[in-house]
């Protein structure tokens, strides 16, 4: 079975610190997506990306958020200067043929 | 009003119990998924409909286009049925990205 790994698993950082969340999709699928997730809430569209640029943000994607894929593996979503509201679960997911949408595990992100 | 809207949000059942979560949407879409979040947080996804009914084992998940309603059945619940079930549409008009319900939380009790 294909899987969407992610890393770190959790992170706990300082309010103003930059962070990055990694996602290694799977490694033919074309479309690739940073999903959230804040405790008790819905799951939120951040961003999608295709063909190594951004194909669609939401409006929480602001200037703060950026995504790259720098090395045709990883797909990273960075936060530069974390706020107490960005605390949540980060999910990445990726699209292949057929449409079937595999999620990563998440990325628990806590900011203090 | 939330485009995808969920009920019920909370379902307790006996194991063995015939379940029934639907999903109703206000936008026109391409597709609609079913998925499964565990205690832990990870999402799996289930079905992807378009149009018709589709089956998976116990769980048959079926929608209505005209009607902008999805339905996902399990038959003879089980424990470990117990997670988060969420129902998540693409939007015709918004690429291939999914826009969420809040889901329903279920637990079957043995």
């Known amino acids: 079975e294909p899987e969407v790994t992610q890393t770190p698993s959790h992170q706990v950082t300082q309010m103003g610190q930059e962070v990055i969340l990694r996602c290694v999709p799977i490694s033919n699928h074309l479309y690739f997506y940073w999903y959230r997730q804040i405790l008790g809430q819905k799951v939120e569209f951040l961003v999608s990306f295709y063909n190594n640029e951004i194909s669609e943000k939401s409006e929480i994607f602001d200037d703060q958020f950026s995504v790259e894929r720098p090395d045709g593996s990883n797909f990273t979503l960075k936060i530069r200067s974390t706020k107490l509201e960005d605390s949540a679960m980060y999910f990445c997911a990726s699209i292949g043929l057929g449409y079937t949408i595999y999620f990563g595990e998440g990325s628990w992100l806590t900011v203090v | 009003k939330n485009e995808v809207e969920q009920s019920p949000q909370n379902l307790t059942a006996q194991e063995g119990e015939f379940i029934t979560i639907n999903c109703s949407y206000s936008v026109g879409i391409s597709a609609l998924h079913w998925l499964q979040q565990h205690p832990g947080g990870g999402i799996v996804s289930l079905f992807m409909l378009s149009s018709g009914k589709k089956k998976h084992g116990r769980l048959i998940a079926t929608i209505n286009i005209q009607e902008k309603h999805s339905s996902l059945h399990i038959t003879a619940s089980h424990p470990r049925d117990s997670a988060v079930y969420i129902c998540?549409?693409?939007?015709?008009?918004?690429?291939?990205?999914?826009?969420f319900g809040e889901g329903t939380q279920l637990t079957v009790n043995p």
């Open positions: 998540a549409v693409i939007r015709e008009t918004s690429g291939s990205r999914l826009t």
